[in-house]
């Protein structure tokens, strides 16, 4: 067996280089109780925040390449350029539309002596295509019939090089939509979609579109990769301040999020942008089950964003619109297929219930309005699904006079989880990491539905992860109350922004996770099942009056693989030896892993060029004995992972 384990270790030094373990001195002893119990942890506990802000939908996950096809948004011509000839003519319409949500269309006429007009649309900053891919195109067109000519499709580089086209052709006179798959025989990074009319007649279309032929229900799939790397227990959408719409007009309204796209209305967004609704209720719902995570939909509470003043209010007496909203969400995700709503999502391609238990109602709301109105919404829900949880906002702060009033209310009224945000400097999160140690074991459920460290320059540097991580820890010991946590924002499209930092950073085909990124992967791919008493010696120090910890910690066990797994963060530069003591006398295997994101400069940060600079890595370890010496990097998140024979 010795032996085996000499082999083992040399095949892992190999293979991977490998941190032995010797004792010498140590600044610390931590001290786990394998015998004792601490709060179970919430499968739910690290999830992800999902809302349109930086393009994180449009020109984002919704992996729809033309932008403003739809003709809606603001700027009818948005990302649309023309050429028109002397014979001919393109017009903005809107008096025979597609339908009532998407009222705009364009007229091209064309005369019987001949002409020539190219519309062509620029994407997000250019079409990037690739070589031998397929992407699908479609658009809506009718005609004045008769009609014989053809429109001509195309992907061009801005050398006027086609890397892809097509044509459609057989108008009709009725609105009707034409597909056609293009397959690109070359490369081009900021290619334009040019559609050419040289066809003698009138023409109309709308809605034109194109997608990569390989999608998740719409949806990049490089995307879903970087969220399924997560490993999410929850999903927390589509908002935010999304939700809440700077009026009501652009509130979040799922009943105009689903269906054809082309009958979901194109609005501008609280972020100052048109969104589609290309991804809706439905695939938000697909995506939560794909990922295996709980989804949690919010909803308005008939408040617009209370930072912005005025506020719109819906009247109490009108409030039955938004809490019919709620209620048939509910029966919409979990009905049968024989209920009203049930049926529509049976008739989407779903039969099978998605079995929502959560749902939030108001995002960074507060004070008596926001009450009043989430009291209508409690009474209406319980009463018909008393089994849904409801999440319930506290503002946009998470101390002072308001705050303390959102949570007395939510204990007062029997609230199931409330939902705090978080935004505060890397130091705030190092100081507050016992922060949920005091709170009302009896009281509400916390979730931490948004946080993220910002240093003075809000880049997303591993300094902001290291403070990100210390105070996870804290949200982990305490799991029996904070139930659920994500960070904010998630996504970011370069040069498409209105906030930073954010968890990933993406281009038209790159995306790379940021420090935080990995920090919330490594805490979610190690969770655990429930937390292991500990105590680490020696563990606080004063700076400038301030207590810090020099390390911080959990531990936990997960009953799967019998692991102990030990997360342990070291925001300071100098490495810290520890002694490792297991209590209880467990059945060690002497073998383990350690998982370690560090670097040497706590101002690095991932970049396209170097996606990985701040990234974990992964060691074996090997001869792990009771107690064994580990010495934490500066700068490093840690978590070892300890193998057991079971505890
Ligand atoms: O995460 C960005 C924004 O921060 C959210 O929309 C809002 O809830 C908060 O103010």
Same mark, same amino acid.
């Given at each position: 067996?010795?032996?085996?384990?000499?082999?083992l270790c040399l095949a892992f030094v190999i293979a991977n280089g490998v941190r032995l373990t010797f004792a010498y001195s140590t600044d610390h002893i931590l001290t786990i109780d394998t015998t004792g119990r601490g709060p179970e942890i919430s499968p739910t506990l690290y999830g992800i925040f999902f809302e349109d802000i930086n393009h994180a939908v449009?020109?984002?996950?919704?992996?729809?390449?033309?932008?403003?096809?739809?003709?809606?948004?603001?700027?009818?011509?948005?990302?649309?350029?023309?050429?028109?000839?002397?014979?001919?003519?393109?017009?903005?319409? @809107?008096?025979?539309?597609?339908?009532?949500?998407?009222?705009?269309?364009?007229?091209?006429?064309?005369t019987e002596t001949g002409g020539l007009v190219r519309l062509i649309n620029s994407g997000y900053g250019g079409i990037p295509i690739e070589k031998n891919q397929s992407y699908n195109f479609s658009l809506y067109a009718r005609a004045d019939v008769p009609f014989a000519g053809v429109i001509r499709v195309a992907l061009e580089a801005s050398s006027g090089?086609?890397?892809?086209?097509?044509?459609?052709?057989?108008?009709?006179?009725?609105?009707?939509?034409?597909?056609?798959?293009?397959?690109?025989?070359?490369?081009? @990074?900021?290619? #334009?979609?040019?559609?050419?009319?040289? @066809?003698?007649?009138?023409?109309?279309?709308?809605?034109?579109?194109?997608?990569?032929?390989?999608?998740?229900?719409?949806?990049?799939?490089?995307?879903?990769?970087?969220?399924?790397?997560?490993?999410?227990?929850?999903? #927390?959408?589509?908002?935010?301040?999304?939700?809440?719409?700077?009026?009501?007009? *652009?509130?979040?309204?799922?009943?105009?999020?689903?269906?054809?796209?082309?009958?979901?209305?194109?609005?501008?967004?609280?972020?100052?942008?048109?969104?589609?609704? /290309?991804?809706?209720?439905?695939?938000?719902?697909?995506?939560?089950?794909?990922?295996?995570?709980?989804?949690?939909?919010?909803?308005?509470?008939?408040?617009?964003?209370?930072?912005?003043?005025?506020?719109?209010?819906?009247?109490?007496?009108?409030?039955?619109?938004?809490?019919?909203? !709620?209620?048939?969400?509910?029966?919409?995700? *979990?009905?049968?297929?024989?209920?009203?709503?049930?049926?529509?999502? !049976?008739?989407?391609?779903?039969?099978?219930?998605?079995?929502?238990?959560?749902?939030?109602?108001?995002?960074?709301?507060? =004070?008596?309005?926001?009450?009043?109105?989430? $009291?209508?919404?409690?009474?209406?829900?319980?009463?018909?699904?008393? %089994?849904?949880?409801?999440?319930?906002?506290? /503002?946009?702060?998470?101390?002072?006079?308001?705050?303390?009033?959102?949570?007395?209310?939510?204990?007062?009224?029997?609230?199931?989880?409330?939902?705090?945000?978080?935004? !505060?400097?890397?130091?705030?999160?190092?100081?507050?990491? $016992?922060?949920?140690?005091?709170?009302?074991?009896?009281?509400?459920?916390?979730?931490? =539905?948004?946080?993220? +460290?910002?240093?003075?320059?809000? #880049? *997303?540097?591993?300094?902001? !992860?290291? +403070?990100?991580?210390?105070?996870?820890?804290?949200?982990?010991?305490?799991?029996?109350?904070?139930?659920?946590?994500?960070?904010?924002?998630?996504?970011?499209?370069?040069?498409?922004?209105?906030?930073?930092?954010?968890?990933?950073?993406?281009?038209?085909?790159?995306?790379?996770? &940021?420090? @935080?990124?990995?920090v919330q992967m490594m805490f979610a791919t190690n969770r655990g099942d429930v937390v292991l008493p500990s105590s680490l010696s020696n563990e606080k120090y004063v700076f400038l009056h301030y207590k810090y910890k020099h390390l911080y910690h959990v531990v936990s066990y997960d009953s799967e693989s019998k692991d102990i797994i030990i997360k342990v963060? *070291?925001?300071?530069?100098? &490495?810290? &030896?520890?002694?490792?003591?297991?209590?209880?006398?467990?059945?060690?295997?002497?073998?383990?892993?350690?998982?370690?994101?560090?670097?040497?400069?706590?101002?690095? %940060?991932?970049?396209?060029?170097?996606?990985? #600079?701040? +990234?974990?890595?992964?060691?074996?370890?090997?001869?792990?004995?009771?107690?064994? &010496?580990?010495?934490?990097?500066?700068?490093?998140?840690?978590?070892?992972?300890?193998?057991?024979?079971?505890?």
């Open positions: 067996m010795r032996n085996l384990c000499l082999l449009e020109g984002g996950l919704y992996a729809e390449l033309v932008r403003n096809g739809s003709f809606e948004h603001s700027d009818p011509w948005e990302a649309w350029a023309s050429e028109v000839g002397a014979e001919a003519d393109v017009k903005l319409m @809107s008096d025979m539309p597609l339908n009532r949500n998407n009222l705009h269309y364009l007229r091209i006429q064309i090089e086609v890397c892809a086209q097509g044509e459609i052709e057989g108008l009709g006179s009725e609105w009707e939509k034409y597909e056609r798959k293009l397959t690109a025989v070359s490369s081009c @990074s900021n290619a #334009r979609l040019v559609l050419t009319f040289d @066809s003698p007649g009138t023409i109309y279309i709308d809605m034109v579109s194109l997608f990569p032929a390989e999608t998740f229900h719409g949806m990049r799939m490089d995307l879903v990769q970087m969220l399924e790397d997560l490993n999410p227990g929850f999903m #927390r959408f589509p908002g935010g301040c999304f939700v809440n719409g700077d009026s009501l007009k *652009n509130a979040f309204r799922w009943k105009d999020s689903i269906g054809p796209r082309e009958v979901r209305p194109t609005r501008r967004n609280f972020w100052g942008y048109a969104h589609s609704y /290309g991804i809706g209720l439905y695939e938000y719902l697909l995506l939560a089950e794909y990922l295996g995570a709980e989804p949690l939909p919010i909803l308005n509470p008939g408040m617009s964003w209370q930072g912005f003043q005025p506020v719109e209010i819906c009247p109490l007496d009108k409030m039955d619109e938004w809490i019919d909203d !709620a209620l048939d969400l509910i029966e919409f995700a *979990n009905g049968p297929v024989t209920s009203e709503w049930g049926a529509v999502r !049976a008739s989407l391609g779903h039969p099978e219930p998605f079995d929502l238990k959560y749902l939030g109602i108001g995002n960074e709301n507060w =004070g008596r309005d926001y009450f009043e109105r989430f $009291e209508l919404f409690q009474q209406a829900i319980k009463a018909r699904y008393p %089994e849904i949880k409801l999440v319930f906002a506290t /503002g946009t702060t998470y101390s002072g006079v308001w705050f303390d009033m959102a949570w007395q209310w939510a204990k007062d009224h029997g609230v199931d989880v409330v939902d705090e945000h978080i935004y !505060a400097s890397p130091a705030w999160f190092l100081l507050n990491t $016992e922060r949920y140690d005091l709170y009302d074991r009896e009281g509400p459920k916390v979730m931490v =539905g948004e946080f993220a +460290a910002h240093t003075g320059d809000r #880049r *997303n540097t591993l300094e902001a !992860a290291l +403070a990100e991580a210390a105070f996870m820890t804290g949200l982990e010991r305490n799991s029996d109350v904070v139930v659920m946590a994500s960070y904010a924002p998630l996504f970011n499209r370069v040069g498409w922004s209105q906030w930073v930092p954010d968890l990933i950073w993406f281009d038209g085909t790159r995306a790379y996770g &940021t420090p @935080s990124y990995y963060v *070291n925001p300071w530069p100098d &490495t810290k &030896t520890c002694q490792i003591v297991f209590d209880g006398d467990p059945p060690l295997t002497g073998y383990g892993q350690a998982i370690v994101l560090t670097s040497d400069d706590p101002r690095s %940060e991932n970049t396209f060029e170097n996606p990985l #600079r701040v +990234a974990p890595r992964e060691l074996q370890i090997c001869d792990i004995t009771n107690p064994f &010496t580990y010495t934490f990097e500066g700068y490093s998140v840690t978590i070892l992972r300890i193998g057991t024979q079971g505890l």
